[in-house]
């Protein structure tokens, strides 16, 4: 299911404007730095997908180049 089709208290651009940060998982964070999802996966999907496949966002943030790939 597309973002866009979440009801709008539980959009991740838009909980982190009405109600901070601090209310984001990590996967709603990277989310809104990826953008956007792929045909079939939202954004938030991806990210989870991502932390869970590198261990946390750290180890995501300090991957090399050829790991992301």
Same mark, same amino acid.
């Given at each position: 299911?597309? @973002?866009? $089709?979440?009801?709008?208290?539980?959009?991740?651009?838009?909980?982190?404007? *009405?109600?901070?940060?601090?209310?984001?998982? $990590? %996967?709603?964070?990277? %989310? @809104?730095? =990826?953008?956007? !999802?792929?045909?079939?996966? /939202?954004?938030?999907?991806? %990210?989870?997908?991502? &932390? *869970?496949? =590198? !261990? /946390?966002?750290?180890?995501?943030? =300090? %991957? /090399?180049?050829?790991?992301? &790939?």
């Amino acid at each position: 299911m597309k @973002i866009q $089709d979440w009801p709008l208290n539980e959009r991740p651009r838009e909980k982190l404007l *009405n109600l901070g940060v601090h209310t984001l998982s $990590d %996967a709603e964070l990277l %989310a @809104i730095l =990826f953008n956007t !999802g792929t045909k079939g996966h /939202s954004a938030v999907e991806l %990210a989870r997908k991502a &932390i *869970n496949e =590198f !261990g /946390s966002v750290q180890a995501l943030l =300090f %991957a /090399s180049k050829q790991q992301l &790939i």
